[in-house]
């Protein structure tokens, strides 16, 4: 047994350092410790440990101690429904990483996980919210990581309305940008995520690759095999191959980790999966009361009751989820899921968009130091035309002048020949007179 849980730390240890990233840059004794504890997100071990290293970090004055207490807390209160301490976590968290940009990845890590906790508790148009603010964090920056975490969490607001169309579509967009963004790591719960909408579309085959394309990093991330052995017992069921079904869930029983990789409402679907399946109806039913979120009871006791041929009481369950579902709708605001879904989509045409209004501001401003050159250019000419005009004006007046003077000193020069004519014509009568 010693040596059973040798191996078994070792392998936790290994496992986690494959899958878990070191965002936050600590020392590696510290983010071993860390990744182990994530490995096992539901283990509430993890709240000693959470509390130890918020104290650290309260003594060290260190956020990046903080930051990993409380992303190891979060998950832990969830699973206990405590979700005011869940809401506190939280925002404390986006408290302390909104205004750091060189700690983005880990941000939009943990917002992820919360986003997915705030959809698993029926808080729907809540994670819608944050989605549209993660994605418009994600564009302003260009984050390739939490855009893919933005249509992650889009998807499965789409997969709890049941549009598995969508759901699958933003999934597909979220593994191309989880590819950009070179986080691997990230691939392998995409593709489950991927498989269990194409279950319920029916295309069972398509279901099974994207199983197998999650199972290939097993190799990397063990921790991964139960959640690829959940996703290919739920395909069987709903191919109707019992005997592969319960061979999955088996196998899941005899694992150790299984309880704390997994969260307990999905362990106690399955369960209800498999004691329907062995006819067990009754206490399965008695099994589904233990559900957290009234959705799903009312949906597993709807089947329940129907299978036990009391349908007066299968017909409320299902009247009650219609209404369920109505009110979700109503509660959502399903134009802000449409808007979000075309903002998503069409991210692309916004950069491009972007890209066109720098360029237009960038011609506006060639064109306004043209208009401002030519303008200038214009000035110049007509002062040059105008000081052309000026000197030839000069010329001709200076021209006129000269004329004028000579045509003076002629008239002069004439007025003094008549007046000598005159004087001489006076002259010769005199003499005449005297004669």
């Not at 936050?24 to 410790?33: A, E, G, N, W």
């Not at 060189?102 to 698993?120: A, G, S």
């Not at 390739?144 to 607001?157: F, K, S, T």
């Not at 299978?307 to 109503?330: H, P, Q, V």
Request: some cysteine.
């Amino acid at each position: 047994m010693r040596r059973f849980l040798v191996i078994l730390c070792l392998s936790l240890g290994l496992a986690a350092q494959a899958q878990i990233v070191n965002r936050l840059k600590v020392d590696q004794p510290t983010f071993l410790l860390y990744a182990q504890a994530r490995m096992q997100p539901y283990n509430p071990a993890n709240l000693a440990l959470a509390d130890s290293l918020y104290q650290v970090g309260v003594r060290k004055g260190n956020l990046r101690y903080k930051c990993l207490a409380l992303s190891l807390e979060m998950p832990v209160r969830y699973e206990r429904g405590e979700y005011e301490r869940m809401d506190v976590i939280a925002a404390e968290l986006k408290g302390l990483l909104g205004k750091r940009k060189d700690l983005r990845d880990f941000y939009f890590d943990v917002w992820d996980q919360y986003n997915e906790f705030l959809l698993k508790a029926d808080r729907v148009s809540e994670a819608v919210l944050e989605a549209r603010a993660m994605e418009r964090l994600s564009l302003e920056e260009r984050n390739p990581l939490g855009r893919m975490y933005a249509y992650r969490v889009i998807g499965l607001i789409q997969s709890y309305r049941n549009n598995s169309y969508l759901a699958g579509q933003n999934l597909e967009e979220a593994v191309r940008f989880c590819r950009e963004a070179r986080a691997e790591q990230e691939l392998p719960n995409l593709f489950i995520l991927l498989a269990q909408e194409q279950m319920k579309m029916g295309q069972f085959t398509q279901a099974h690759q994207s199983c197998t394309e999650a199972a290939s990093y097993q190799d990397f991330f063990p921790g991964l095999e139960q959640k690829v052995l959940i996703t290919r017992a739920l395909i069987y069921y709903a191919q109707g191959d019992l005997p592969a079904f319960n061979t999955c869930y088996q196998l899941l029983q005899e694992d150790p980790l299984y309880p704390l990789q997994t969260d307990i409402e999905d362990r106690t679907q399955l369960d209800i999966t498999y004691l329907r399946s062995q006819g067990q109806l009754e206490e399965a039913l008695v099994r589904s009361q233990s559900l957290l979120t009234r959705r799903n009871r009312l949906e597993q006791q709807y089947h329940l009751y129907a299978g036990l041929g009391d349908y007066d009481k299968a017909y409320d369950c299902l009247f009650n989820l219609m209404e369920e579902k109505d009110s979700l709708f109503i509660k959502v605001q399903n134009e802000d899921v449409a808007i979000l879904d075309a903002e998503m989509d069409n991210a692309q045409l916004r950069e491009e968009a972007q890209r066109m209004k720098a360029h237009n501001q960038f011609a506006m401003l060639m064109g306004f130091f043209l208009m401002f050159v030519a303008a200038f250019l214009a000035v110049l000419v007509h002062q040059w035309r105008v000081r052309d005009n000026l000197e030839r004006m000069k010329a001709q007046q200076n021209s006129m002048l000269m004329a004028r003077r000579a045509f003076q000193q002629a008239l002069n020069a004439k007025e003094a020949e008549n007046a000598l004519k005159i004087k001489l014509l006076q002259n010769k009568e005199y003499n005449s007179t005297e004669l």
